[in-house]
């Protein structure tokens, strides 16, 4: 099943709406949805590698804004929505825990979270509960999803079709590797904190 992912956004990449779904993708992740933009966006930077800091510009920006509406689910609509997310995704214990050590580090969980697999989305809401002055989260989730997104541009550019060839070598390996890293941020949230 995820070659086949992997073979579908390969091919993905090579259509004009490609941009369009890895914004999508970008905006939803950082507000409600748990699979990663990295899913779009390395397969793209691979099919395109002159286009690489462009799909890691879409993909910042998109997830930016995404931020901020799970920013804003958090401030507002938290009771509505937000609990309805955190419910959904298991992650109640986990909230609590950031939630209340987060007034103290919030830019900085904002752009660990931004950087690492964590679910940003987590972090994007508590930012919002724990009314985060709106301008110091945009900043820190600039720089920690523009970090993430332009190192795996950056890697695909430098590259190019070796770390494909790796990649199609190794794909089992890595998927798996993916996932766990995937879960494993799921995990640190909820156990852990």
């Not at 990449?13 to 993708?25: C, D, G, N, Q, R």
């Not at 462009?54 to 401030?75: E, N, P």
């Amino acid at each position: 099943m995820l070659r086949r992912l992997y073979d579908w956004t390969l091919n993905l990449a090579e259509k004009p709406a490609a941009k369009a779904w890895l914004a999508f993708i970008s905006f939803l992740e950082s507000s409600i949805f748990p699979i990663p933009p990295d899913v779009m966006l390395m397969p793209m930077c691979m099919a395109k590698r002159e286009k690489s800091f462009l799909y890691a510009a879409i993909a910042t920006g998109s997830s930016i804004i995404g931020g901020i509406v799970g920013y804003a689910i958090g401030a507002f609509f938290f009771l509505t929505i937000g609990q309805a997310i955190i419910e959904f995704y298991g992650l109640q214990s986990a909230f609590d825990v950031t939630r209340d050590r987060f007034n103290d580090q919030g830019v900085w969980w904002v752009m660990i979270a931004g950087f690492t697999p964590l679910p940003f989305k987590v972090i994007t809401i508590v930012s919002g509960v724990t009314t985060m002055p709106l301008i110091p989260f945009i900043i820190a989730s600039i720089i920690g999803r523009a970090g993430r997104f332009f190192l795996v541009a950056a890697l695909f550019w430098w590259f190019g079709a070796p770390i494909k060839n790796f990649i199609e070598k190794w794909f089992n390996i890595l998927a798996i590797s993916f996932v766990i890293l995937l879960v494993g941020g799921f995990v640190v949230l909820k156990y852990l904190l």
